[in-house]
């Protein structure tokens, strides 16, 4: 089997001025980035037809080191809709250089259902994560400058500081650090650190933005620190939104491409799903159903993480309208949660598959909470016995759950026809079921009480000293309205890595609760979670190079 990198570069791409064309888009609204990439105008944006048209959500059980193939299933599945003659995009999150070089590899899908050119979009794309990373940092150094200003000096506490630096890049040296030492002229000596692009608040606010109006508006709300005698301090207050949005001009605007059967798609914005929302822009999003009749889209991990904070704070925020969602489940990944260590998961077991499909049924309820009845996709591998995929099916017929089998890494569109033909019926059959689980009036602990309950199995939420003094700082600062977008770890529907299948008889603990003004939610902490993360042992960068002629290899 060729590796994924080979397949993309024998693939018959189009120009993007065809993929364009393909949509109806007029030519001079195309602004090229070389042959295969384009950016698309805000102005392409309907938000009639954006009403009009179907929105599918791909989400995933509890991830687990084997990979579940989440990008790869949402790739096939817009490829086979349009076999099927369905007008689809697929909408993507944009890799972050980290991971690439790091751990994860790519993200452009894998085998037949890649977005192309894979190349591209793994390594710089159009230049989006840095101009987010430029406009983060130069907030940074205004906050900075403004803490050593002799005339125009806020009296901010640099001890009530908690913007840090970002950089596209695993650093793990990084994560903690002394700024402004060298003397005065140096500035404010001051712990600090740096985080990873992908983690800004400037990436999330990005993606909930509709407009640059709306998108200075939010640059403007982030909330910076306190002054010695506790005034609010915002990023207003340095008047720094215009700079940081002239900064974002071109960021703003989503990236067509194509897949390897030339459905086009949009990738844009990546902020992580355990941080922030992990999802896509609202502006992408609006865009797609804008230009098709069905838009494809992913959010970061399981239902629990990326697929409620789609639905609670993108939705709610962009109005959208979600008409199916598709949860991705793989026989490795249940019989993972079955009990099975890593080396077994090619050894049939059907009954590991029968114990891990406790943690299915959880993202399937996840889903019923929302009032949309879920579709199950089961991304098919060449070591899947026949009886544990029967056992997979009996159990979904039992409980009255569609399936199908994806095969569109081997297979490409025609590999995913029939998990199209049953999404198509789903979203048609789905005009206004769609019901958020909170209500954004509704008070913080209540949110967070309700998503903790409902959605991770909890049976009751505790709060450290830290987060019960930070829920007055919200409410100081008339921020409890605010959505949650709660951070915790993606390995376990708890807040605890190591439990793993479906928890029960488990407390939520809150350590503190981040303000995220800009973006427009707060962050309750709930797990250790690391936003610079560092280089494995041995990581992927070491097998990346490139040849005289510009070809590289060794991305995956």
């Known amino acids: 089997m060729k590796s994924d990198i080979e397949i993309a570069k024998a693939a018959n791409m189009l120009p993007i001025r065809a993929i364009a064309a393909n949509l109806n888009i007029d030519q001079d609204l195309v602004e090229k980035f070389g042959r295969y990439k384009a950016k698309l105008p805000l102005s392409l944006i309907d938000e009639e037809k954006v009403k009009k048209s179907k929105l599918i959500l791909v989400t995933a059980i509890t991830p687990t080191p084997a990979g579940e193939g989440k990008t790869t299933t949402s790739i096939g599945l817009a490829q086979g809709m349009n076999k099927l003659g369905h007008k689809t995009m697929v909408v993507l999150r944009e890799p972050s250089l980290g991971p690439v070089f790091g751990v994860k590899g790519g993200a452009a899908g894998g085998g037949y259902a890649q977005v192309i050119p894979m190349e591209d979009i793994n390594l710089h794309f159009t230049g989006d994560l840095a101009a987010i990373e430029r406009a983060h940092n130069l907030l940074a150094a205004l906050i900075d400058n403004n803490l050593q200003s002799k005339t125009r000096k806020l009296n901010l506490d640099p001890r009530t500081v908690k913007w840090k630096r970002v950089m596209d890049m695993n650093e793990r040296a990084l994560r903690d650090i002394v700024i402004g030492l060298g003397g005065t002229s140096q500035g404010v000596p001051r712990e600090t650190g740096f985080d990873i692009t992908a983690a800004s608040e400037i990436m999330a606010i990005l993606c909930l933005s509709e407009s640059i109006e709306d998108l200075k508006k939010k640059l403007g709300n982030i909330f910076i620190g306190y002054t010695y005698d506790k005034k609010p301090i915002f990023a207003r207050d340095l008047n720094a939104q215009g700079a940081m949005a002239a900064l974002l001009r071109d960021a703003i605007k989503p990236n067509l491409v194509q897949t390897l059967e030339n459905t086009p798609a949009l990738i844009h914005g990546g902020p992580f799903a355990n941080i922030a929302q992990g999802t896509n822009s609202i502006i992408a999003t609006k865009m797609g159903l804008s230009l098709s009749d069905y838009v494809v889209t992913e959010a970061g991990f399981a239902s629990e993480l990326g697929a409620e904070k789609f639905f609670d704070i993108k939705s709610q925020y962009g109005k959208l309208t979600p008409h199916a969602t598709v949860i991705v489940a793989t026989i490795r990944a249940l019989k993972y949660h079955g009990g099975v260590d890593l080396k077994s998961l090619s050894t049939p077991n059907p009954e590991a598959v029968r114990e891990g499909l406790q943690n299915l049924d959880k ?74 689980l909170y209500e954004f009036d509704w008070t913080i602990e209540k949110k967070i009480h309700k998503i903790a309950t409902e959605l991770y199995g909890a049976v009751d939420v505790e709060y450290s000293l830290k987060a019960r003094k930070d829920l007055k700082t919200i409410a100081d600062l008339n921020l409890e309205n605010l959505p949650v977008c709660i951070a915790k770890t993606q390995k376990s529907l708890s807040d605890n890595p190591r439990l793993l299948n479906r928890p029960h008889g488990f407390v939520v603990n809150i350590r503190e609760i981040e303000i995220a003004s800009g973006a427009g939610f707060v962050i309750p902490i ?22 005289n002629d510009g070809n590289i290899t060794g991305l995956f």
């Open 526 to 547: 709930a797990s250790d979670i690391m936003r610079m993360p560092g280089l494995p042992e041995v990581p992927s960068a070491e097998n990346i190079d490139i040849d």
């Open 363 to 436: 993202h399937i309820e996840n889903i019923l909470h929302f009032n949309i009845k879920p579709v199950v996709a089961l991304n098919k591998f060449a070591t899947d016995s026949k009886e544990e995929i029967a056992v997979l099916t009996n159990h979904l017929n039992d409980l009255g759950i569609q399936f199908a089998v994806n095969d569109s890494w081997a297979k490409g569109g025609e590999g995913a026809l029939d998990l199209a033909k049953v999404v198509v019926e789903a979203a048609q059959s789905c005009s206004t079921c769609f019901r958020p």
